[in-house]
């Protein structure tokens, strides 16, 4: 429908109408006006599943939902690193919604993985946000394609389970651009999502969901968002600014209490009726799209899907160890042990919970596998070792060559609405893997988990093979790589650290009451580990293969550029090993010399490769200026600083292959004023404002003659302390050391080098 037409439609309708517009009708529609041809539509929960509610609803999953395809979480589908993968699965979404008749499906969620703690980190896909950026633009992508909207959530800073309601979020304006804000807006500006849905907490002291700044001047003005900014559920706080401030959709339904505030607000002169009126349009164009766009041939096929979900959780499940162990023989004698072979935990708890159709276990994918052993091992429905299990654990592991332990969280111990309250799996599951390794060298652990464990049996065991929450398929999944019908491909979209106390947000997560200070400002994740030279357990990017590949011939098309220029990179990938695979291929970036606290080095550019035995490919990627930029709070937009580069290319954070030095040039000037505390040495660092401070450098601040500066009274003063001193003092400083210069003297400079420095 056109903007035109949409105009039109909300000019007929009355105040009361356009209020009802703003909230939903229920717990999951758009609200309708008959008289006017405007439907209600349905929006859904997601991201990696289809959580449809006939009946009463609810947000946490605790009624049940139609029955569903459940494919992996967040957590693993950015361990794919492949994009085509997740507009493949987002195809399949969209299929299920349009059969379904669901317009809008509630996600993908990007925030950042600040702490390992987050009880929702399950279905948040990184560290990273360039990371986080690109798998969720692919699955928006994917899913709006077949004319079905998604909710890029939870809008802005939404890290944390605790009082996520009330928190406040205090970053400073690099950070969140960098940073929490960059996860946004990559997939924001390219793939255009239909609607975005706004956190609960603060930012800064404002809720997001009256948050000016970001919701209009940030997303629509900045970014050219066009559809409609609704709340999470139960988000709303003040209704008539939430509206002025753009959050369009209140959701669920206030059940009118909410519309007769804006009613009011109108009538009063307190909302001007045009800000009503956009927001009614932005969400009529998006309900017109969908309804407009219906295909009502689509199907819903659970089994098809239940495949798609399987060749998913196949790229989602990385090789985190393997010391020979690995690919198993389909004819060894082999035993599974552990309560997740038998009931995977394939998925994470609340609002995305899906109400699977069918769950492949592990031990379903090798039926008819005579050879294969079963012992349950240990319960999870709390933290406490049975004897009687452990027992038959170790017995059964005992006879077998090779061990495979199925271990991880259980839902007690990771869930929307709470945090973690530690990094370590249940003592009982630890203490199992401890007994089976010493009587079982051959011992592999299988990982069902949304968020990084420590392991200290680490070193004790031959394989570990990450498989986060793998969705409904992930037993069959799991098999096809522990046998090697399916070489492992997937990379950790976030760093394993040893234990908590390493995490950068470790003194300050959770925060004091509902004050949470993101103290470890931009150095989230790697950037931190790789700044402290910390050492770590698994890395950012890490992940193995059955094959090996080896990197040569890192190129760039040009060896310098301007920061308004593109630079394509290009690097040949070749597998050495014998068997099919795929690789990640990875680009970091490097400032060698910068004047402001950055990163040792971040993430630019991934591909994923695949080749067969000997074969060989050319992987290019294009940097532009935000590749080498940083935030600057001073001018408030991306800033080159001139100067070497080092572009960085591995199979891991840790792992870099190859690495070519270019030089980009800055063709913007950051301003600099200049003031009577400004120190000689700022003002030095401009070659041109050296004649005007002439006079000076010829100065002599420290008083005394030469004579008396080379006596043994004054043998403590270097020549590098006269250097510092010189350098660090204000110009000011003249002042005070006899030189004859006044206050006034010293602004008449200050004045001469800022109409310098705006000429």
């Not at 606290?597 to 992987?619: H, S, Y």
Request: proline content about 4%; aromatic content about 8%.
């Amino acid at each position: 429908m056109t903007a035109e037409k949409i105009r039109e439609i909300v000019s007929q309708m009355t105040l009361e109408e356009k209020a009802s517009m703003c909230s939903g009708a229920d717990f999951w529609h758009t609200e309708a006006v008959e008289r006017l041809g405007i439907p209600a539509t349905m929006v859904s929960d997601g991201p990696h599943g289809l959580r449809k509610q006939d009946q009463e609803g609810d947000h946490l999953g605790v009624n049940d939902s139609i029955k569903a395809v459940c494919f992996p979480a967040g957590c693993g589908t950015a361990a794919s690193f492949n994009r085509e993968l997740l507009r493949q699965m987002g195809e399949a979404l969209g299929e299920e919604c349009q059969a379904e008749g669901v317009s809008v499906i509630l996600g993908p969620a990007v925030n950042i993985k600040r702490s390992p703690l987050c009880g929702r980190n399950f279905e948040y896909y990184s560290e990273d946000p360039f990371v986080a950026g690109e798998m969720a633009g692919a699955l928006i992508h994917g899913v709006q394609s077949k004319n079905v909207g998604t909710s890029i959530k939870h809008f802005l800073a939404n890290n944390q389970e605790t009082r996520r309601m009330s928190s406040d979020s205090r970053i400073d304006e690099r950070t969140l651009r960098e940073i929490y804000l960059a996860a946004f807006e990559g997939a924001v500006k390219k793939e255009k999502p239909w609607t975005v849905m706004c956190s609960y907490n603060r930012i800064n002291g404002t809720y997001a969901a009256e948050n000016h700044k970001y919701l209009t001047e940030v997303l629509r003005d900045e970014w050219g968002f066009e559809g409609y900014v609704m709340s999470d559920w139960g988000a709303v706080n003040s209704r008539v600014k939430d509206l002025q401030a753009g959050l369009d959709l209140e959701m669920p339904s206030s059940n009118g209490s909410n519309d007769k505030l804006i009613v009011g607000a109108v009538q009063s002169g307190e909302l001007p009726e045009k800000v009503l009126d956009a927001a009614v349009a932005r969400i009529l164009n998006i309900v017109f799209r969908y309804e407009e766009n219906r295909d009502k041939s689509a199907v819903f096929d659970r089994d098809r899907d239940h495949e798609m979900a399987r060749k998913v959780a196949q790229e989602t499940i990385v090789l985190l160890k393997n010391e020979g162990v690995l690919p198993l023989s389909e004819q060894g004698e082999i035993a599974f042990i552990g309560k997740y072979a038998k009931t995977p935990r394939y998925q994470g708890g609340g609002s995305s919970h899906i109400n699977s159709h069918k769950v492949t276990s592990a031990l379903d994918a090798v039926e008819g596998m005579v050879n294969v052993t079963y012992a349950q091992g240990f319960d999870d429905k709390e933290d406490k070792t049975d004897e009687k299990l452990l027992a038959e654990a170790v017995e059964t592991a005992k006879k077998a060559k090779a061990a495979v332990i199925f271990a991880g969280l259980p839902d007690a111990f990771e869930s929307e609405g709470f945090d973690r309250k530690h990094m370590r799996m249940p003592d009982c599951q630890n203490e199992l893997i401890a007994k089976v390794v010493a009587v079982q060298p051959n011992t592999i652990v299988v990982l069902h988990n949304g968020s990084p464990v420590e392991m200290p049996w680490v070193n004790d065991v031959k394989g570990i093979v990450e498989a986060y929450l793998g969705g409904q398929a992930v037993g069959g999944a799991v098999c096809d790589i522990l046998f090697g019908r399916v070489n492992p491909s997937a990379k950790l979209p976030e760093t394993f650290p040893l234990k908590l106390e390493d995490n950068p947000s470790y003194l300050f997560y959770i925060g004091e009451g509902d004050v949470v200070e993101y103290r470890e400002g931009i150095f989230v994740g790697y950037r931190y580990y790789d700044k402290k030279k910390q050492e770590v357990l698994f890395p950012f990017g890490h992940g193995l293969s059955y094959t090996t590949f080896a990197y040569s011939n890192l190129r760039t098309d040009k060896d310098s550029m301007k920061d308004t220029d593109i630079m394509e990179v290009s690097v040949d990938i070749k597998n050495t090993g014998g068997m099919a695979g795929k690789e990640v291929v990875q680009l970091y970036v490097a400032d060698k010399e910068s004047t402001v606290i950055r990163p040792v080095k971040e993430l630019k550019g991934f591909e994923k490769v695949e080749l067969a035995p000997g074969e060989t490919k050319t992987v290019t990627f294009t940097l532009d200026k935000r590749a080498f930029a940083y935030y600057s709070a001073n001018i408030h937009d991306w800033h080159v600083e001139t100067g070497a580069f080092e572009i960085m290319v591995g199979a891991s954070s840790a792992d870099i292959r190859l690495t070519k030095e270019v030089n980009v040039e800055s063709t913007v000037r950051l301003p600099f004023v200049y003031t009577p505390d400004t120190t000689m040495g700022d003002v030095l660092d401009d070659p041109r404002a050296r004649e005007i401070v002439k006079e000076l450098l010829e100065q002599d601040i420290f008083g005394g003659s030469a004579e008396e500066k080379s006596s043994a009274a004054n043998e403590a003063i270097t020549a590098e302390m006269n250097e510092a001193m010189a350098r660090f003092t204000p110009l000011r400083g003249v002042v005070s050391f006899g030189s004859g210069f006044t206050m006034a003297d010293v602004q008449d400079i200050a004045n001469r080098l800022n109409a310098l420095e705006e000429s």
